[in-house]
């Protein structure tokens, strides 16, 4: 792509380092804001700044959370006792969509994928685990993506819970394997944690 300006190329390089951003569609964003009033611009670049400087993480559930504990964990008005353990945040904001389900959330920050050198010590594991240890946990949702990684994923946990006082589930797979919560359709994903099953039947049905 030939530019006629340094400023353009720079600014239209570093939106295309965004996933799922290609030169085209960054350069058609650039332009958009070329075309606003410049404050758009102002107010864009600081809301960034601020949420890369201030962005702070649940002590307790590790969502993204302006306070020390997310308003979900500190809401008197959800279950403790149901923690339901999810990928990445996008999960949580899915599962608030359907708003059928009143229990806390565990954001692992990932799943375990020898592949990309992610082990059970890089994603927020041992915190869960210690959760369900202090026992006001009674059951664990297990909701990760139906993928090999999330199946080892939710394996590892149900062994590290092993000879604990909780029950697992998982959200009914009514989700065709491989996809994505995120891209779930609300009413589906809403019924599936409805219709979850013992974690126990699932891992027999493979
Ligand atoms: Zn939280």
Redesign the pocket.
């Given at each position: 792509m030939e530019f006629s300006s340094k400023l353009l190329e720079n600014a239209v390089n570093e939106m295309s380092q965004l996933p799922g951003i290609g030169k085209r569609t960054a350069l058609r964003l650039v332009l958009h804001l070329l075309k606003q009033p410049e404050e758009r611009t102002s107010f864009l670049s600081q809301a960034l700044m601020n949420l890369r400087s201030g962005i702070n993480f649940?002590a307790?559930?590790?969502?993204i959370?302006d306070t020390e504990?997310?308003e979900?964990?500190a809401s008197p008005k959800r279950d403790e006792s149901i923690v339901c353990v999810v990928e990445d945040i996008r999960d949580v904001m899915a599962i608030e969509n359907t708003s059928q389900y009143i229990g806390?959330?565990h954001v692992l920050g990932g799943k375990i994928s020898p592949m990309e050198g992610v082990g059970p010590q890089n994603l927020n594991i041992a915190s869960l685990v210690n959760k369900v240890k202090k026992g006001t946990v009674k059951e664990l949702i297990f909701a990760l993506s139906s993928t090999m990684e999330g199946d080892t994923t939710n394996f590892y946990i149900y062994r590290q819970l092993e000879g604990l006082e909780v029950t697992t589930s998982t959200i009914a797979r009514g989700i065709s394997v491989g996809d994505e919560l995120e891209y779930t359709d609300e009413v589906t994903l809403g019924r599936s944690i409805l219709n979850r099953v013992p974690f126990e039947s699932s891992i027999k049905a493979n």
């Open positions: 649940c307790s559930c590790h969502n959370s504990l997310c979900i964990c806390l959330y």
